[in-house]
């Protein structure tokens, strides 16, 4: 069994230990469970006793496991499709960011540094995502009406979401709280450059010496780097350069072979059972 999520998948989990015994099991832990679930719910943390191997999707995830629970962790990298980088045009830059409104994202961040920047005619902000908050939407929309260089484009099909990233210069990534970002992953694998938040879901994927980090919820830290991406051809360069050598990191045959090895692992040599339901 594969389980996707341990506090969410924790019925099954306990039913499959139950009617299967030893049978090999995986817990796949998401952005949630790391950062917030099993430090607090009783559920997700039986689901980690419980599994022979615990997948996380950032290169930092198993730092957040008990010490006792580490040699089961390991690491595989969600993957997309390649998709060609474009010619972008030098009359402005354009920002996105990609990401549902609710608080994990964070928002406002991006919000406020686009209100640090409304006077630069030579920059652009979108931001793509559905308002799960009702609050946040009204903030957004308010947002794109006070600012003339914001459009707030609502939720989008994911091919649009796609080529959006692949005709912006840089992808703005804000979140509190991520297990490993597929927009991220998405930026990377377009040629992309990112500036993200400097939490591990992202520093995981991104690599420790990413140089376009900000810390949570500093507008001020990235209205300066979205600043330098546009006055600093240098710098544009290089977050691209690095974005063409991690791209590798998440093709779909990395994801694949690194998923088969823990499979593998399990079918030809399960674990002994530590815990019983």
Same mark, same amino acid.
């Given at each position: ?19 299967? &015994? ?26 980690? $006793? ?12 198993? $730092? ?91 939720? $989008? ?33 377009? &040629? ?47 977050? $691209? ?23 593998? &692992? ?12």
């Amino acid at each position: 069994m594969i389980a996707l999520h341990a506090r969410r998948s924790a019925a099954s989990i306990r039913a499959w230990r139950a009617q299967r &015994g030893s049978a090999p099991l995986a817990a796949v832990l998401t952005g949630t469970d790391l950062y917030r679930d099993i430090a607090v719910d009783a559920d997700a943390q039986r689901s980690l $006793q419980l599994a022979d191997a615990l997948v996380v999707l950032n290169g930092h995830g198993t $730092q957040r496991l008990p010490a006792s629970l580490q040699a089961r962790a390991h690491v595989v990298l969600q993957s997309c499709t390649a998709r060609r980088a474009l010619c972008k045009t030098s009359r402005h830059l354009r920002v996105l960011m990609v990401g549902h409104l609710r608080d994990e994202k964070d928002p406002r961040t991006y919000w406020r540094a686009a209100e640090r920047l409304a006077a630069r005619g030579d920059l652009r902000f979108d931001h793509i995502g559905g308002s799960l908050d009702a609050a946040l939407g009204e903030e957004a929309a308010r947002v794109a009406t006070r600012l003339p260089n914001f459009r707030w484009l609502g939720p $989008q099909p994911h091919e649009v979401v796609r080529r959006h990233i692949q005709a912006a210069h840089v992808l703005a990534h804000t979140s509190r709280m991520e297990g490993g970002a597929h927009v991220v992953i998405e930026a990377l694998r377009s &040629g992309t450059p990112v500036i993200a938040s400097r939490i591990d879901g992202n520093l995981g994927l991104l690599g420790d010496d990413w140089p376009a980090s900000f810390d949570v919820g500093d507008d001020a830290a990235l209205a300066t780097l979205i600043e330098r991406a546009r006055d600093e051809p240098a710098m544009l360069v290089d977050l $691209q350069r690095r974005a063409v050598e991690r791209a590798p990191l998440f093709a779909p045959e990395a994801e694949r072979e690194a998923l088969m090895r823990i499979v593998r &692992g399990l079918i030809e040599a399960p674990t002994e059972r530590r815990e019983t339901p």
